[in-house]
């Protein structure tokens, strides 16, 4: 069982950055053994992909991130991160953290294949 607990999201205005971290407490499998991810949720959208790492740091991002977001891990601290620069308005949305125990030699985009969830956090950016 692993519980996954984000840091505080924020308000920020457009172009600013922000960092979210996302701790993990998991019991029997080192944390380096679970692949991670990010999605978010705009009010009235589906949930969508934003970046994930594989089990063995195969790195993805969706495309409306890349070149402004990076997600990085520190398996000391059981911790994944999500820095976000040049954020845009429409970067709004509650950010979750997920978790799978499934050995991914690659990183994992579908929601559906995440076994853990954090409980969300929301970032909103100001125009």
């Known amino acids: 069982q692993v519980q996954l607990v984000e840091s505080e999201g924020g308000l920020v205005q457009a172009g600013g950055s922000l960092r979210l971290s996302c701790t993990a407490s998991a019991s029997g499998r080192p944390f380096s053994n679970y692949a991670m991810g990010w999605f978010r949720q705009a009010p009235g959208k589906d949930r969508e992909f934003v970046a994930a790492?594989?089990?063995?740091?195969?790195?993805s991002y969706a495309d409306s991130v890349k070149g402004r977001f990076t997600i990085s891990s520190d398996a000391a601290k059981k911790a994944v991160y999500l820095q976000m620069n040049s954020l845009k308005p429409d970067d709004t949305a509650i950010y979750y953290c997920a978790a799978d125990a499934t050995f991914r030699a690659v990183a994992v985009r579908a929601a559906s294949d995440y076994e853990y969830w954090g409980q969300g956090t929301q970032v909103t950016v100001s125009s």
């Open positions: 790492r594989g089990t063995i740091g195969w790195l």
